[in-house]
């Protein structure tokens, strides 16, 4: 199957970012990777495959070497993306309709939203007889729309809007008159009674499915492309990876587009927390030479020159779709990357025969980050931010080149069958 097909597939199943977590737990599962749980203690084997799985949502997994560990390679992306989550007892009843109570979960271009068919996604806490129990929830079929003013009620609005969250991003559930309540629909979903239900994180999704577009399928066109596309070709390169005396790390973050600061996301301790316990379980106390050596791949993806608007682009930084993956350079810190860690990871990308672009944000623009810089705040390792072009970013359904998508999986499967050594002030790169 052509490998955009199967990202296509990959994102479809993976709605929320537990369901994310949830679909690359599955793959890895019959790649023959064993859960650990972070309230037991580990005993693990040289050649082991494990993964850890942290609020349903972020997922960290790794292999043990049957050398001695020399240092940890790491590729790092998320699995949230910005869409609308529904709030607790949302129905709200306008002139005999009920219409479900939302609001933003990140930076959410809103036009994009009206007048799709949307469903309901996420996780729901049920009780039971041995206490609560969390089950994943996706709703398959078209559940709800949110409908656009008609334009003879508003002439102006081709000529710029601005969006009331509270008043016009509520989508259309039911009329007054039908009996069957939201929390019903979700309760017949998951096979329990309401009065089960005891809490909820839901969210409206997409129903729409991703394509591939264009004189010669150059295109693709999905929701959540930032970052599952990432996020997909990262876990594909780890799983094709070679043998190293590296632990080859791949690490999926829940929270990133709210700023990361929870416990599953890049701000909290997840990675520090996974990283100390194969150390300490490998009988390895002096952490510091191993994180010296050790180096991670923030892989979130970037901003290619949009067609329309070439002049909100960097002078010379220009990223293309098809193009390759772009290195991303922030002088305000908000990306990780400095000269030695784009050095390294140009290196890599050549030896794999990947394409390079660079980004920087058009200097009258702010930008936004990632999660590189928040990853150093806890860990004092070399890393690179990176992604792949898109346009649209933020929008439910975002556009990106199809060639880019083997050329992260091919720079990753190169990244984690690398090993990094630093002597005397130089970066020596084995694969």
């Not at 041995?130 to 508003?154: C, T």
């Not at 991670?296 to 779709?321: G, Q, T």
């Not at 439910?396 to 998508?405: K, R, S």
Request: proline residues 5%.
């Amino acid at each position: 199957m052509n490998i955009n097909h199967e990202l296509l597939q990959f994102i479809q199943s993976s709605p929320t970012a537990f369901h994310a977590a949830n679909t690359t737990e599955g793959i890895l599962r019959d790649s023959g990777y064993s859960p650990l749980e972070e309230n037991r203690t580990w005993d693990l084997q040289a050649g082991g495959k494990y993964y850890v799985v942290r609020n349903l949502s972020s997922l960290i997994a790794f292999r043990i070497p049957k050398n001695p560990v020399r240092s940890f390679m790491i590729g790092a992306s998320h699995s949230d993306s910005p869409m609308l989550k529904i709030k607790p007892d949302p129905e709200v009843k306008s002139e005999s309709l009920i219409r479900i109570n939302t609001e933003r979960y990140g930076g959410m271009l809103a036009a994009p939203w009206f007048d799709r068919p949307l469903t309901c996604a996420g996780r729901v806490c049920v009780k039971t007889r041995s206490g609560v129990e969390q089950r994943l929830v996706y709703v398959d079929r078209d559940l709800f729309v949110i409908p656009s003013l008609a334009i003879h009620m508003d002439r102006s609005v081709n000529e710029g809007h601005a969006y009331d969250f509270q008043k016009e991003l509520l989508p259309l559930f039911r009329s007054e008159s039908s009996g069957k309540s939201f929390r019903s629909v979700i309760a017949e979903t998951i096979s329990v009674t309401e009065e089960d239900i005891l809490s909820y994180e839901l969210f409206a999704v997409q129903r729409g499915s991703g394509f591939i577009f264009g004189a010669e399928n150059e295109f693709l066109c999905s929701p959540r492309l930032d970052d599952l596309q990432c996020g997909f070709a990262d876990l594909q390169g780890f799983l094709r990876a070679r043998e190293s005396s590296a632990v080859p790390v791949f690490a999926l973050f829940d929270n990133e587009e709210v700023g990361s600061m929870t416990k599953q996301g890049a701000a909290g301790t997840f990675l520090q927390d996974i990283l100390d316990r194969i150390l300490h379980s490998l009988g390895i106390s002096d952490i510091y030479p191993v994180l010296a050596d050790s180096f991670i791949v923030s892989a979130d993806n970037a901003h290619a020159v949009h067609p329309a608007f070439p002049e909100k682009a960097d002078p010379s930084l220009r990223p293309r779709l098809n193009g390759g993956i772009v290195i991303k350079h922030s002088g305000a810190q908000l990306y990780s990357t400095d000269a030695v860690s784009s050095a390294v990871f140009k290196t890599i990308c050549q030896r794999a025969g990947v394409p390079v672009q660079e980004f920087a944000n058009h200097s009258n623009i702010r930008g936004g980050s990632t999660l590189g810089h928040l990853l150093n705040s806890h860990l004092s390792i070399n890393t690179v931010d990176i992604g792949l072009p898109q346009l649209a970013m933020h929008s439910c359904f975002e556009t990106a080149g199809t060639a880019d998508t083997q050329y992260l999986i091919d720079a990753m499967t190169e990244f984690y069958s690398s090993v990094i050594s630093a002597e005397d002030h130089t970066l020596r790169i084995q694969s």
